[in-house]
C-alpha cells in the first residue's frame, strides 16, 4: 500500500504534521494566513454556494502506468464529495497505451476524452480541459498521483467558505536536484520583482476554482499561456495549502530540464517586462563608462600627446559592446517571438477526438 504524506494549512502558531493514511479530522480555517502576501485583495464569494457539480480536469503525456488506477481512484474521491462530478482526460499527444487506457476508462466512468492532435505541452492541455468543464467548480490535478487526493475534502470546504481558488504549495522540494531548485527560487525572484501581481512560489497546476475563476481564464485571448502566470493575474479570494508531493506512481516524467528552462522562458518574457528594463540600465552603465573612458583618453591626448598604443584595449572595448549589443537583441527577439506567435492567432490547441460519456453531455 502506498503512503501517503498531506500537509494541513499552516498558520502562524502551527508547524507542518505528516500523517500517513487516513487523517484524523481537522477544522478548516477560512482566513489561514499561509501565503497571505501572495493573496488577491479580493472579496469572498456569495454564500451559500449552489450543490456542487466537479469536473476533474487531468491532463496526461504518456501516462499508461497510472492513468487507470489514478482516475478510478479520483472517481471515488471525487464520488465522496458530490455525486455530480466529471473527468476530463486530456491526452497531450501521449506515444505510449494512454488513449487505450482512456478510451477504456471512458466506457464506465463518468469520463470526458479529449485527445490532441498531437502534443502541444502541459500549459496548452490544461487551456482544453478548462474550455470543456462545466461544472460549478474545476480540480487541476496531475495523473501521476504525486497531488494528494486526501486535500480534496479541505479544497472543498476552503470553496464552500467562499473561496474562489485553493491551490496547492509544495513545502519541501528536497527531493529534486540542487539545480532545479536554485533555478526555481530565481526564477521567482525575477517574475515577482517590482510586480503588482505576485506569482505565488512552489505553486503549481494543483487547484480548485469556481466556475467564475475557470470562465474568467478561458476569456483571456493569449496564446502562448503560462498557466501559473494567469492563475495570479485573475485575482480572485485565494487560498493556499501546503503539501508535499508524493513520488510518481510509475512511468516516467515527460518535464527534462530543457522544457523547464522553456517553460520559464515563457513565464519571464509573458509576464514581465524586467529583462528588457534589466538591459537598458545595462545600456546606460556600458555609455556611461564609455563616456568616461572616452574623456580620460581625450584628456590624457592634449596632455601627453598620443603614440599609437592600446590596440588591445580597443579590441577588448568592441568585443565587449558586441556582446552586450548581441545579447540585447537577443532578449529583444524573444519578446517579437511572443508578439509573432501571437497575431498569427493559431488556435492553442487542436482536438483529434472527443468521446463525451459525462453526464453533462446533453446539457
Given at each position: 500500500?502506498?503512503?501517503?504524506?498531506?500537509?494541513?494549512?499552516?498558520?502562524?502558531?502551527?508547524?507542518?504534521?505528516?500523517?500517513?493514511?487516513?487523517?484524523?479530522?481537522?477544522?478548516?480555517t477560512p482566513n489561514a494566513d499561509y501565503h497571505a502576501d501572495y493573496a488577491p485583495a479580493a472579496?469572498?464569494?456569495?454564500?451559500?454556494?449552489?450543490?456542487?457539480?466537479?469536473?476533474?480536469?487531468?491532463?496526461?503525456?504518456?501516462?499508461?502506468a497510472n492513468?487507470?488506477?489514478?482516475?478510478?481512484?479520483?472517481?471515488q474521491a471525487a464520488g465522496r464529495l458530490t455525486p455530480e462530478f466529471e473527468i476530463i482526460i486530456v491526452n497531450d499527444g501521449s506515444r505510449d497505451a494512454t488513449h487505450a487506457v482512456a478510451l477504456r476508462l471512458?466506457?464506465?466512468?463518468?469520463?470526458?476524452?479529449?485527445a490532441l492532435s498531437r502534443n502541444f505541452g502541459k500549459e496548452a492541455a490544461l487551456t482544453a480541459g478548462l474550455a470543456h468543464a462545466r461544472g460549478s467548480a474545476v480540480l487541476l490535478i496531475d495523473a501521476d498521483f504525486q497531488h494528494p487526493l486526501e486535500l480534496l475534502p479541505e479544497m472543498h470546504?476552503?470553496?464552500?467558505?467562499?473561496?474562489?481558488?485553493?491551490?496547492?504549495?509544495?513545502?519541501?522540494?528536497?527531493?529534486?536536484?540542487?539545480?532545479?531548485?536554485?533555478?526555481?527560487?530565481?526564477?521567482?525572484?525575477?517574475?515577482?520583482?517590482?510586480?503588482?501581481?505576485?506569482?505565488?512560489?512552489?505553486?503549481?497546476?494543483?487547484?480548485?476554482?469556481?466556475?467564475?475563476?475557470?470562465?474568467?481564464?478561458?476569456a483571456l485571448p493569449e496564446r502562448n499561456r503560462f498557466m501559473k502566470g494567469l492563475y495570479a493575474w485573475v485575482?480572485?479570494?485565494?487560498?493556499?495549502?501546503?503539501?508535499?508531493p508524493h513520488d510518481r506512481a510509475g512511468g516516467q516524467t515527460s518535464f527534462s530540464m530543457r522544457r523547464l528552462g522553456s517553460l520559464a522562458l515563457l513565464g519571464l518574457t509573458s509576464f514581465t517586462?524586467?529583462?528588457?528594463?534589466?538591459?537598458?540600465?545595462?545600456?546606460?552603465?556600458v555609455a556611461l563608462l564609455a563616456l568616461v573612458y572616452g574623456a580620460w583618453i581625450t584628456l590624457d591626448t592634449i596632455l601627453h600627446g598620443t603614440d599609437l598604443q592600446g590596440w588591445p584595449t580597443l579590441a577588448a572595448g568592441i568585443m565587449l559592446f558586441s556582446g552586450v549589443q548581441l545579447m540585447s537583441i537577443g532578449i529583444l527577439g524573444e519578446y517579437i517571438g511572443r508578439i509573432y506567435e501571437?497575431?498569427?492567432?493559431?488556435?492553442?490547441?487542436?482536438?483529434?477526438?472527443?468521446?463525451?460519456?459525462?453526464?453533462?453531455?446533453?446539457?
Amino acid at each position: 500500500m502506498r503512503c501517503m504524506t498531506w500537509m494541513q494549512p499552516l498558520h502562524a502558531e502551527q508547524t507542518i504534521d505528516t500523517m500517513t493514511e487516513t487523517p484524523a479530522p481537522y477544522r478548516v480555517t477560512p482566513n489561514a494566513d499561509y501565503h497571505a502576501d501572495y493573496a488577491p485583495a479580493a472579496p469572498p464569494a456569495q454564500l451559500p454556494r449552489a450543490p456542487l457539480r466537479l469536473s476533474c480536469v487531468v491532463p496526461a503525456h504518456n501516462e499508461e502506468a497510472n492513468l487507470e488506477d489514478f482516475v478510478r481512484a479520483l472517481a471515488q474521491a471525487a464520488g465522496r464529495l458530490t455525486p455530480e462530478f466529471e473527468i476530463i482526460i486530456v491526452n497531450d499527444g501521449s506515444r505510449d497505451a494512454t488513449h487505450a487506457v482512456a478510451l477504456r476508462l471512458a466506457q464506465d466512468l463518468p469520463v470526458r476524452y479529449l485527445a490532441l492532435s498531437r502534443n502541444f505541452g502541459k500549459e496548452a492541455a490544461l487551456t482544453a480541459g478548462l474550455a470543456h468543464a462545466r461544472g460549478s467548480a474545476v480540480l487541476l490535478i496531475d495523473a501521476d498521483f504525486q497531488h494528494p487526493l486526501e486535500l480534496l475534502p479541505e479544497m472543498h470546504a476552503l470553496w464552500l467558505a467562499g473561496y474562489d481558488m485553493v491551490y496547492g504549495v509544495i513545502v519541501d522540494r528536497g527531493f529534486e536536484s540542487g539545480t532545479k531548485r536554485v533555478g526555481t527560487g530565481l526564477f521567482y525572484r525575477l517574475i515577482n520583482t517590482g510586480k503588482q501581481v505576485k506569482v505565488p512560489p512552489n505553486a503549481g497546476d494543483f487547484r480548485w476554482m469556481d466556475r467564475r475563476v475557470a470562465d474568467a481564464l478561458n476569456a483571456l485571448p493569449e496564446r502562448n499561456r503560462f498557466m501559473k502566470g494567469l492563475y495570479a493575474w485573475v485575482g480572485f479570494k485565494a487560498a493556499a495549502l501546503p503539501f508535499v508531493p508524493h513520488d510518481r506512481a510509475g512511468g516516467q516524467t515527460s518535464f527534462s530540464m530543457r522544457r523547464l528552462g522553456s517553460l520559464a522562458l515563457l513565464g519571464l518574457t509573458s509576464f514581465t517586462t524586467l529583462p528588457l528594463r534589466v538591459w537598458s540600465v545595462v545600456g546606460s552603465l556600458v555609455a556611461l563608462l564609455a563616456l568616461v573612458y572616452g574623456a580620460w583618453i581625450t584628456l590624457d591626448t592634449i596632455l601627453h600627446g598620443t603614440d599609437l598604443q592600446g590596440w588591445p584595449t580597443l579590441a577588448a572595448g568592441i568585443m565587449l559592446f558586441s556582446g552586450v549589443q548581441l545579447m540585447s537583441i537577443g532578449i529583444l527577439g524573444e519578446y517579437i517571438g511572443r508578439i509573432y506567435e501571437e497575431v498569427k492567432r493559431r488556435p492553442t490547441y487542436l482536438v483529434a477526438r472527443d468521446e463525451d460519456n459525462s453526464p453533462w453531455r446533453d446539457s
